[in-house]
């Protein structure tokens, strides 16, 4: 059960009712099931200070936390973040369709040294939107990650527009290789849009019609 900081005080009832009796009742019976379970339960919440506050129930947080296992922030585990990196990158260049070689040493060492409010979400994140705007077959490098991490201050509304119309334009042409350049099969992927809607996105963004003989 992820985040149980945030289940609801009625949940959180029938919840502690399934773990003190081992029995549940499915929506629509008139009778009670045995069960037989294991409650594995996470949180990035201070569980002890909710119970104070009234907010989770205390009954249940001494049900649930006979053991309990707690895993220091990603920036406290500064060897975990190549190994998780080159595994986003592996899912994410699988699940786009476009292959990418690697990290360079400078973008290893950015992704290394930031220290990761967001944790494993945020560096899952940000792989995703670097191999979405690298070109199929390079390099990711410490330039693709332009703009995270800083103060937003420092981020101004036209490089924010610029920066998303990169993304959309690499992700059009990502799916139209994928598609063989079928843009009605495009249009289909890119959220079930209509082939004119993609042919004139494709000319605001300056993406050619047709494939480069080059190609």
Request: net charge positive; with cysteine; charged share 30%.
């Amino acid at each position: 059960l992820d985040e149980i900081g945030d289940v609801s005080p009625q949940m959180q009832a029938k919840m502690l009712r399934a773990i003190e009796t081992g029995e549940i009742r499915r929506v629509g019976d008139t009778i009670a099931r045995p069960v037989n379970t294991r409650f594995i339960s996470a949180t990035n919440r201070d569980l002890q200070a909710a119970v104070e506050q009234g907010t989770f129930r205390r009954d249940l947080y001494y049900r649930l936390n006979v053991v309990s296992i707690h895993i220091p922030p990603l920036r406290e585990r500064k060897g975990d973040v190549e190994i998780l990196a080159h595994i986003f990158l592996s899912r994410f260049a699988r699940k786009l369709g476009k292959p990418v070689r690697g990290f360079t040493r400078d973008a290893m060492q950015y992704l290394v040294s930031h220290p990761w409010p967001g944790n494993v979400r945020q560096l899952e994140n940000e792989i995703e939107k670097a191999i979405t705007m690298v070109e199929q077959g390079a390099w990711i490098a410490s330039k693709h990650f332009r703009g995270f991490g800083e103060p937003e201050t420092t981020i101004s509304v036209a490089s924010l527009k610029e920066d998303l119309k990169r993304i959309e334009r690499a992700r059009i042409i990502s799916i139209l290789e994928r598609c063989n350049w079928n843009k009605t099969h495009a249009a289909r992927l890119l959220g079930d849009i209509s082939r004119p809607a993609l042919i004139a996105r494709m000319k605001r963004l300056g993406i050619p019609l047709r494939r480069s003989p080059a190609a």
